[in-house]
Structure formats: C-alpha cells, structure tokens
C-alpha cells in the first residue's frame, strides 16, 4: 500500500466531539489563527490550488479553483455552503465526521468561507440525521463563544454568520444547484447551467458549494502545505480519501487511505478480505450509482481522474459475493431512483418508473424480450437526454450489470 497518512481521521476515537477543549489541546484552530494572521485570502487559496485538492462528494472539481472563481468575482456579498447532505446508499462518511471530530470541520468551513470573502455561510445538513444536528449545534456554540466565529474574529477584521440548514432529505438536493433551492425555499430541482453557483448561486449571489470532507482536509493544508498534500496519494488526484467499506466483508467501517489505492487493497489489506466460505462477484465504487468493479478491476487504482478505470466517486465500497440474488439488488436500485427523481425532467419522471416496472418483471422471470429491448432504450434516454447529472447515475449501474454482469445470459 502507498504511503498512510491521516489527515481526517487523525484525532478519531481519541477526544470527545462535543469538547471543543479536547480538540484545541490537538492543536485545533490553528491553522485558522495561521490564515488569520499570517495570510491573505490569495495566499490560502493558493495553498489549495497546489494540493491539487479535488472535491470529495463524487464529482473531484478542484478544490483551489473553484474558491478562487468565487473570491474574483467583485460582489460584495457573497456565500459559502457546506454540503452535508449525503443521501448516497450506503456513503456515511461525512457523517462520521461529524461524529468524531466537528470542530475540524468547522475550522476548515472558516477559513474556506473567508478565503472567498463570504461573510454568511451554511451547513446544508440532511433533516433525518438527528444526532449529527445535535453535535454540530452544539458544536458550532462552542466555536462562538470562543471566538472562531462570529464578529472579529480572533480579534480581527474577519466577520462570519454560519447557520444551520436542514433539508427534508432528498437525495436530488446533494446536487449544488438543487441544495441553493432548497435553502431559498424553492422546489430541491436542479437549475440549468451557465450561469455556475461560483457567479448567481445562492440569492443570485456568488457561492462556492464544498462536499464536508473536502472541507476537512483545508486546516491541513493550511498548516502542512498545499505542496506536501500533492505529494500523497495519486498524483492526479492527491491526498487521502475515506472509503466506506461494506457487504461481504470482513471489516466494514470508514476508512483512511490514499487515494489511488486499488480495489484489491481495500479489501484484503484494509476491509480483512472476504469471510470464509463466500466468493467474490464484484464490488459497487461510489454507492448506489456507482461502476461496478469485476475481478478484473480489482488491481484498478481508484482515482478522481476522468480517464480512470474506475472513478472513486463518493467513496463507498459495497462488496457482492455471488450468493446474492441480483434481481433482488437491481430493484433496490431501481426503486430508490424512482422515489428520488425530482420530476424535473421526463427522461427521469417517467424513465425510472417504467425502469422500476422492468425490473420488477425481471425479478418474477417475467422479463420478455420486449422489456429487453425497453430497458436498452429507457437507459439511453437516461444518460444522454435527462436535465441534470441524475440520469446518468441512474442509467450507470444498470449499463454496468447488462455488459459486465450479463444479468441476461440465463434468461
């Protein structure tokens, strides 16, 4: 395995999340005292720029550069949102964040807000998670009443509001565009673009939108070097990643490690291997829209890179040995997209509702030839004609289990 490191997951297990203490005793809110009296906004973003820092929800947009749209646009007014929406299956790794180390987030929520000239900035949180809105509430008093956020801070000329916002749980709003009309109050549908968040996002505002793992790995970037973060992991995409392991797996959990690790590592060296007496079908990258990887994948490096074999997406590994019943896997896919259409679009309106009709009848053994040549075509529909990047995800898992799988071969 390449080089560990641990950046997120660093202080994991070891101080109390709801103690603000704790994590300034680890150094905590340093990197902010750094930017704040040490740096200018350009010098920070240029940090992120040389990490080569790319977004950790899926997509893998540099980091640097969209803060840097964002800090050159001249409004006045501008906004900065965290992304905590995370309603990917089986992906809860932004949550485990928050369980174990807040703070952190929050430090790095500061400096990126502050880097653009946000003064107002949010934390787009997914309504159903109690227990995270407990912690970063609680969180997010203790960062005031220190000082680290709220006016001058640290006795400075840097002023931030950053409030909560929790949204009614849709995985559609984890799209940015989607996310600011949920915070307006609007339908959670995405927008069309151009125009781009970074110049009329939020009230028409520029916005830099940050999944809260990328958001994460800024305090030590600030602190250690964007130059020494880019000398981790892939070099195309550097750093470290959290990998959420689970199904036939000896050690599900979240994880550390570079990325470029291979999907063989993660499961023997890191996940323990597969449990005795199942055997290997393949493995789901990026959750439920994610490739899915066959044996020969499994030496395949999991990077951001849009030229990668298989792209690392949101991180989540979800293992299949060959005693799960496929059908029973594709209507769960199938059933979640349905529900999870915005309606925006009719590729997606209509597109994952027949989707869903096929694969119930394939699950019966019912599938004809008909439904054969239906499902090619609602799939193309999907990846090329939809509204947004949802059909896509919709189509991508089906694709994979019609060419790699040959779900049809006995049918």
Same mark, same amino acid.
């Given at each position: 395995? *390449?080089?560990?490191?641990?950046?997120?997951?660093?202080?994991?297990?070891?101080?109390?999340?709801?103690?603000?203490?704790?994590?300034?005793?680890?150094?905590?809110? @340093?990197a902010?005292?750094?930017?704040?009296?040490?740096?200018?906004?350009?010098?920070?973003?240029?940090?992120?720029?040389?990490?080569n820092?790319?977004g950790?929800?899926?997509?893998?947009?540099?980091?640097?550069?969209?803060?840097?749209?964002?800090?050159?646009r001249? /409004?006045?007014?501008k906004?900065?949102?965290?992304?905590?929406?995370?309603?990917e299956?089986?992906?809860?790794?932004?949550?485990?964040i928050?369980?174990?180390?807040?703070?952190?987030?929050?430090?790095?929520?500061? !400096?990126?807000?502050?880097?653009v000239?946000?003064?107002?900035?949010?934390?787009?949180?997914?309504?159903?998670?109690?227990?995270?809105?407990? #912690?970063?509430?609680?969180?997010?008093?203790?960062? /005031?009443?220190e000082?680290?956020?709220?006016?001058?801070?640290?006795?400075?000329?840097?002023?931030?509001?950053?409030?909560?916002?929790?949204?009614?749980?849709?995985?559609?709003?984890?799209?940015?565009?989607?996310? #600011?009309?949920?915070?307006?109050? @609007?339908?959670?549908?995405?927008?069309?673009?151009?125009?781009?968040?970074t110049e009329?996002?939020?009230?028409?505002?520029?916005?830099?939108?940050n999944?809260? /793992?990328?958001?994460?790995?800024i305090?030590?970037? #600030?602190?250690?070097?964007?130059?020494?973060?880019?000398?981790?992991?892939?070099? $195309?995409?550097?750093?470290t *990643?959290?990998?959420?392991?689970?199904?036939?797996?000896?050690?599900?959990?979240?994880f550390e490690?570079?990325?470029?690790?291979?999907?063989?590592q993660?499961?023997?060296?890191?996940?323990?291997?597969?449990?005795? =007496?199942?055997?290997?079908?393949?493995?789901?990258?990026?959750?439920?829209?994610g490739?899915?990887?066959?044996?020969?994948?499994?030496?395949a490096?999991?990077?951001f890179?849009?030229n990668?074999? !298989?792209?690392l =997406?949101?991180?989540?590994?979800?293992?299949?040995?060959?005693?799960?019943?496929?059908y029973?896997?594709?209507?769960?896919?199938?059933?979640?997209?349905?529900r999870?259409? $915005?309606?925006? $679009?009719?590729?997606?309106?209509?597109?994952?509702f027949?989707?869903n009709?096929?694969?119930?009848?394939f699950?019966?053994?019912?599938?004809?030839?008909?439904?054969?040549?239906a499902?090619?075509?609602?799939?193309?529909?999907?990846?090329?004609?939809?509204? $947004?990047?949802?059909?896509?995800?919709v189509?991508k898992?089906?694709?994979?289990?019609?060419?790699?799988?040959?779900?049809?071969?006995?049918?």
């Open positions: 395995m *390449k080089k560990n490191i641990k950046i997120i997951t660093k202080h994991w297990g070891k101080i109390n999340p709801l103690r603000i203490e704790e994590y300034l005793k680890e150094g905590g809110y @340093k902010l005292e750094k930017f704040i009296f040490q740096m200018r906004p350009e010098e920070a973003i240029q940090e992120i720029e040389a990490s820092l790319c950790r929800g899926g997509a893998g947009f540099p980091t640097g550069k969209k803060l840097k749209m964002v800090a050159e001249k /409004e006045k007014e906004y900065f949102i965290c992304n905590l929406d995370e309603s299956p089986g992906t809860y790794k932004d949550r485990m928050v369980k174990n180390n807040p703070q952190l987030l929050l430090e790095g929520l500061i !400096i990126s807000a502050l880097t000239g946000a003064s107002k900035a949010f934390i787009y949180l997914n309504g159903n998670y109690e227990e995270e809105k407990y #912690i970063l509430e609680k969180a997010l008093a203790q960062a /005031e009443k000082k680290f956020l709220g006016e001058k801070i640290l006795s400075s000329g840097y002023n931030l509001e950053l409030k909560l916002f929790f949204g009614a749980g849709a995985y559609i709003c984890g799209e940015e565009t989607a996310l #600011i009309n949920s915070i307006e109050g @609007k339908r959670g549908e995405p927008r069309m673009r151009p125009p781009y968040p009329k996002g939020l009230w028409e505002k520029p916005t830099a939108v999944n809260a /793992e990328t958001i994460a790995n305090p030590w970037i #600030i602190l250690e070097g964007g130059k020494k973060f880019a000398t981790i992991g892939a070099e $195309c995409s550097p750093g *990643k959290l990998y959420i392991l689970s199904g036939a797996i000896n050690n599900p959990g979240v490690a570079p990325t470029g690790i291979t999907v063989r993660l499961i023997k060296e890191i996940g323990g291997g597969i449990p005795k =007496g199942k055997k290997f079908w393949f493995a789901q990258i990026g959750g439920a829209s490739v899915l990887a066959i044996g020969k994948d499994l030496d490096e999991l990077t890179s849009k990668c074999l !298989i792209p =997406g949101s991180g989540s590994v979800l293992v299949i040995d060959k005693s799960v019943e496929i029973d896997l594709l209507f769960s896919w199938s059933d979640f997209f349905r999870e259409s $915005c309606g925006k $679009c009719l590729p997606c309106r209509e597109g994952t027949r989707l009709e096929i694969i119930q009848r699950e019966d053994g019912k599938i004809s030839q008909r439904d054969k040549k499902l090619g075509q609602i799939l193309w529909s999907l990846e090329n004609t939809a509204f $947004c990047p949802f059909g896509k995800f189509a898992p089906f694709q994979d289990a019609l060419e790699r799988l040959d779900i049809f071969k006995n049918v």
